[in-house]
């Protein structure tokens, strides 16, 4: 059974609005959420993290809110690019895993010129 | 450094034939992920090595999937015999001990088995 869902495919944005992405987990105990970028014909790569004891973290034009109690994090890329277009993954680290990670499904960001 | 090495970006092969991905991790990380991703699946974790010796394949397939890492800069994942469900775009990653789990990706092989 999944423990980070994504539950949103795709979602498409016009240029220079806000995207937002969300990631929803069922795991209480994950302490750690990490997103990443994927590029077609490339792997994926680290965009932003945040940990549990904190509910925003801010990157230039990226910001990942946890909210704790609701499960829930969410990814605002302001303003949005064109450049940003690619799938999106929220990901948690296994506890006692080592540094196993479990991903979501992905969502597929499109933002139009 | 060049990253996460992946060999070869493309393979197409009929059924029934043996597959050999490969791997150059990032010098000095120690853990090795083998991952697979399709439309059906999103991206999974076949196995993860720690210092060379595989610590979790829960994910593998099944027993014509078989992974090895005879040392810390490189590892394979070889398909044997191959199917066309295996067809997917296979991506190696590794990381560090103290990269707050921070993985690096691999651009992929793209295998096709027809």
């Known amino acids: 059974d999944q423990q980070v869902k994504q539950n949103s495919p795709s979602l498409s944005v016009q240029e220079g609005r806000i995207s937002i992405l969300n990631c929803d987990y069922t795991?209480?105990?994950?302490?750690?959420f990490l997103w990443y970028k994927k590029y077609p014909a490339e792997g994926p790569t680290f965009l932003i993290s945040?940990?549990?004891?904190?509910d925003k973290n801010e990157d230039g034009r990226f910001t990942v809110f946890l909210n704790k109690s609701a499960k829930h994090l969410s990814l605002h890329i302001v303003p949005s690019q064109p450049g940003d277009s690619a799938v999106y993954f929220c990901?948690?680290?296994?506890?006692?895993?080592?540094?196993?990670?479990?991903f979501g499904g992905g969502t597929r960001l499109m933002v139009k010129p | 450094d060049a990253g996460v090495i992946q060999s070869p970006r493309h393979e197409v092969t009929e059924m029934g034939q043996e597959v050999t991905l490969r791997c150059k991790p990032i010098?000095?990380?120690?853990?090795l992920f083998w991952y697979r991703q399709t439309m059906m699946r999103g991206l999974e974790l076949l196995i993860y090595?720690?210092?060379?010796?595989?610590?979790?394949d829960s994910g593998m397939p099944e027993d014509r999937f078989s992974a090895k890492m005879p040392n810390a800069s490189f590892s394979t994942l070889k398909i044997q015999p191959s199917e066309p469900r295996d067809s997917a775009v296979y991506f190696c990653?590794?990381?560090?001990?103290?990269?707050?789990?921070?993985?690096?990706f691999g651009p992929g092989t793209r295998l096709t088995v027809t």
């Open positions: 945040i940990s549990s004891i904190k």
């Open positions: 990901a948690a680290p296994l506890r006692n895993a080592g540094n196993m990670l479990t």
């Open positions: 010098s000095g990380h120690d853990y």
């Open positions: 090595f720690n210092n060379n010796v595989p610590i979790d």
């Open positions: 795991n209480s105990m994950f302490d750690y």
């Open positions: 990653a590794s990381s560090s001990q103290g990269s707050s789990y921070e993985q690096y």
